[in-house]
């Protein structure tokens, strides 16, 4: 069957109330911004000109109306996302040090992400995807869990490209090793995916970055590619890899960086209609620093989705 959507993507839609600044009397002031991964991602596919849909839950309250909303103006399809009637919207608390980095603070318990179960799961639209997307986040609690297991199977057995970015948050799991072998188990479902640079580490136990891409490529991705911050990324497949250089620009915040880079990617991939494996490694490497244009402009500005660059702004810096 032909593929109506170009990217699908399951998992959690929050606001992050990252810091910004103080107020007259002496206390910390926190801005409402819409994110969460998936939302991140599709939102920089979006921008790009694809037709993408978020399936995910959100509560029936202020910040999930505000979710929907801010998702519908970036062109987001909105259809698969469930309002809850007892769960509220999850919130995360930013903080963010002089260098840009984050330190995170949830109200998840339980948040309505949480709550998606797999029976309301449209089946229609991800046996009709071209590329079906999912985190780690989804996997932390039932019934997203199984959820996220059953969209997974559907869209594999569809013949969609299975994408997938494991995106460690300590304070969501009940220990460490939990946390590993959950994010550790759906990786095999995966045809490609992207992780962090300390997600490498910790998933694979490795102490060096080639080592761990080469540990991740084992458990059954075609192709992996670590976020390395300034320096770019680290891309492999089965036979090879090369670290594809960053562009160098001043940090703001870094929220979003990795999921931006990660939606710029596949939207460079879904530029030609050939299969991953046909694929050569020069195109892979551009789709790469495509993607690293996509989130050197996004680390520039504050906030998840409102800080992803718009089309002209990434071809501009990825031309020039």
């Known amino acids: 069957m032909e593929k109506e959507v170009d990217i699908v993507a399951l998992g959690e839609l929050l606001i992050d109330f990252t810091e910004a600044g103080i107020s007259k009397g002496g206390q910390k002031l926190f801005e409402q911004n819409p994110g ?70 949830f109200a998840r318990k339980p948040g309505a992400d949480t709550r998606l179960r797999k029976e309301e799961l449209n089946r229609d639209l991800l046996e009709s995807c071209k590329v079906f997307h999912y985190g780690s986040l989804s996997l932390t ?4 869990r199984s959820a996220t297991l059953e969209a997974i199977r559907i869209a594999k057995a569809a013949g969609a490209l299975i994408s997938y970015d494991p995106n460690y948050r300590a304070s969501l799991w009940k220990d460490v090793t939990t946390a590993v072998e959950t994010m550790k188990s759906v990786i095999s479902y995966a045809d490609i995916m992207k992780v962090s640079d300390e997600e490498s580490l910790l998933l694979t136990g490795e102490t060096e ?48 960086a990795g999921d931006s880079f990660w939606g710029g990617f596949l939207s460079a991939l879904l530029r030609q209609d050939d299969k991953l494996e046909n694929r050569s490694w020069d195109n892979l490497k551009e789709c790469a620093r495509f993607g690293n244009a996509v989130a050197a402009l996004c680390v520039q500005k504050r906030g998840g989705i409102p800080a992803i660059p718009r089309k002209t702004a990434i071809e501009e810096l990825y031309h020039g």
Do not use: W
């Not at 037709?51 to 509560?59: C, E, I, L, Q, S």
């Not at 770019?232 to 670290?243: A, K, P, Q, S």
């Open 36 to 105: 969460g991964a998936p939302a991140n991602l599709l939102t920089a596919a979006s921008h790009m000109g694809y037709k993408t849909a978020f399936v995910g839950k959100v509560g029936k309250d202020m910040h999930g109306a505000f979710l929907k909303q801010t998702l519908e103006q970036e062109g987001i399809c909105t259809d698969y996302i469930i309002e809850d009637e007892e769960c509220f919207t999850t919130l995360a608390f930013v903080e963010i040090n002089s260098s840009g980095e984050r330190e995170f603070s």
């Open 141 to 144: 609690d039932e019934p997203a």
């Open 209 to 256: 970055y080639p080592k761990a891409l080469e540990a991740l490529l084992n458990m059954g991705p075609r192709l992996a590619a670590i976020t390395l911050g300034r320096e770019g990324v680290l891309l492999g497949i089965r036979d090879r890899f090369e670290i594809v250089p960053g562009y160098l620009v001043k940090t703001v915040d870094t929220t979003g």
